[in-house]
């Protein structure tokens, strides 16, 4: 093996938090973001997400946190976390830190029960968070945006080993430079910003 492919081999690249949501959701995303750059699309669906963050997040500013089931504590939105030992970075939508716990809290803009993607997400950030405050983190939250509804996610070992094994296949996928197979549910084709170079879909 030549010394610029071992090189290749052995580079570990920096990724987002975000990263381990798009893999999860589709892994062509991540194809076309860093093996095959193109220009992608903003969609409708991603702009109204944007202005939701936003609204909430000057709402969240004006309430108590009980309805988190806490009385009293510091809320930090935007929180930017990186780390040098993962090589991994992104932005919180907000911590909660109270006396006793730190709480990441992700927003998200959809129904029903958050997806793998979102829970395995937030895990990553509740990583980040404990290494950037030195602490230990057990739970983190999502909140969804449409029905007020927040769910607890728990962080436990296994899903930190997870986060962990998506991140090396994310970095294998990079280096092999192969396009996945096209995701089984089509119906998440629908509103990607990727679809118009996903020939084989249709």
């Given amino acids: 093996m030549n010394?610029?492919?071992l090189e290749k081999r052995e580079t570990v690249f920096p990724l987002r938090v975000?990263?381990?949501?798009?893999?999860?959701y589709?892994?062509?995303?991540?194809?076309?973001?860093?093996?095959?750059?193109?220009?992608?699309?903003?969609?409708?669906?991603?702009?109204?997400?944007?202005?939701?963050?936003?609204?909430?997040?000057?709402?969240?500013?004006?309430?108590?946190?009980s309805r988190y089931g806490i009385k009293e504590g510091e809320r930090i939105f935007q929180l930017f976390l990186n780390s040098k030992r993962l090589q991994l970075s992104g932005k919180l939508d907000m911590l909660i830190r109270t006396r006793f716990e730190n709480i990441p809290?992700?927003?998200?803009?959809t129904t029903g029960k958050p997806a793998l993607s979102h829970k395995?997400?937030?895990?990553?950030?509740?990583?980040?968070?404990?290494?950037?405050?030195?602490?230990?983190?057990?739970?983190?939250?999502?909140?969804?945006?449409?029905?007020?509804?927040?769910?607890e996610v728990p962080v436990t070992q296994n899903t930190r080993l997870f986060v962990k094994k998506i991140l090396e296949k994310i970095r294998r996928m990079i280096r092999k430079?192969?396009?996945?197979?096209?995701?089984?549910?089509?119906?998440?084709?629908?509103?990607?910003?990727?679809?118009?170079?996903?020939?084989?879909i249709y």
Avoid at 105 to 109: A, D, G, H, I, T
Avoid at 129 to 149: N, Q, W
Avoid at 185 to 192: E, L, N, Y
């Fill in 3 to 5: 010394l610029l492919a």
């Fill in 18 to 24: 975000s990263d381990i949501k798009q893999y999860l």
């Fill in 26 to 65: 589709c892994q062509r995303v991540i194809y076309f973001t860093y093996v095959l750059p193109v220009e992608k699309k903003s969609t409708f669906k991603m702009e109204y997400g944007k202005e939701e963050h936003i609204n909430l997040e000057a709402l969240e500013k004006r309430r108590k946190l």
């Fill in 105 to 109: 809290v992700e927003f998200k803009n």
């Fill in 120 to 151: 395995y997400q937030l895990v990553a950030y509740a990583m980040l968070v404990e290494e950037k405050l030195k602490c230990s983190i057990k739970r983190g939250l999502i909140y969804l945006i449409p029905d007020t509804f927040i769910c």
């Fill in 177 to 200: 430079e192969e396009m996945p197979l096209p995701n089984p549910f089509r119906v998440r084709c629908r509103d990607c910003e990727f679809k118009n170079f996903c020939a084989d």
